[in-house]
């Protein structure tokens, strides 16, 4: 086995974090970094490399970025999605980690990129909450992880430490964004005064009791319409 390589490991730290967010493009990355810089890649997965498999990696790409953008999509696809970040975490550990054991560094990159995804689903699922008819903050955040889940990919290969300073920070400004969205959702709802239910403040039926309830713009909390113009 060759001497343990501290850079090795956080490459593949590094990748195996973009995975959790784009699986299939992560693959796309390697496969080309294989291809054109001369990346090194372990027995079989040199493969990633050869033309059609990146053409049918770059298609899988395109069909993941499609299905993170539309909801319903997402809702029926998410499974299968999770399971490319996973495949995508083990093939880079396999791929690049030849000073480790080969069920460790797959281990290893399944791991990261199931944490890494696990964290995402919970600010998604925040900022979902949040949206409402002119903002839909989970769109946007989708938006931006295609090109945050290259740059971290290319800085994995390029400059492994920047790539593990990129992930902790990102994962800092999830967690600020899940609080945030957390006390926007909270503002918006008030208890059910049948059964003390969370519910949103426009609900007109509780969706733990069922009951009935008084929307609380009919309660007056509407801003009052302008006074009508006095006759002449």
């Known amino acids: 086995m060759p001497a343990f390589d501290p ?4 490459r593949l730290l590094g990748l195996s974090a973009a995975s959790g967010t784009r699986g299939a493009l992560v693959l796309v990355v390697l496969g080309l970094a294989g291809r054109f810089l001369g990346l090194p890649l372990s027995g079989s997965w040199a493969a990633l490399s ?3 498999v990146l053409g049918a990696l770059g298609a ?3 069909f993941e970025a499609w299905a993170e953008r539309d909801d319903d999509l997402r809702s029926l696809t998410g499974l299968a999605l999770t399971g490319v970040q996973a495949a995508s975490g083990a093939v880079t550990g396999l791929a690049l980690a030849d000073a480790l054991p080969p ?3 797959g281990a290893l990159g399944v791991g990261v990129a199931l944490g890494v995804s696990v964290l995402r689903g919970q600010v998604h699922r925040l900022l979902a909450a949040a ?3 002119v ?3 989970r769109r946007w955040l989708t938006r931006l992880e295609g090109g945050g889940a290259v740059g971290v990919a290319v800085a994995a290969l390029l400059a492994p430490a920047l790539a593990i300073a990129l992930v902790v920070a990102a994962a800092l400004v999830g967690l600020g964004i899940a609080r945030t969205a957390r006390a926007v959702e909270a503002a918006w709802r008030r208890p059910c005064p049948r059964c003390g239910e969370s519910i949103r403040v426009e609900a007109s039926r509780c969706p733990r009791c069922r ?3 008084e929307p609380s713009w009919v309660r007056g909390d509407e801003p009052p319409s302008p006074p009508s113009a006095a006759p002449p």
């Not at 850079?7 to 956080?10: F, K, N, S, T």
């Open 7 to 10: 850079m090795a490991l956080l």
């Open 50 to 52: 050869r033309p059609e």
């Open 60 to 62: 899988l790409a395109l």
């Open 103 to 105: 069920w460790a560094a």
């Open 131 to 133: 949206r409402t008819e």
């Open 211 to 213: 009951g009935a309830v």
């Open 135 to 137: 903002a839909n903050p």
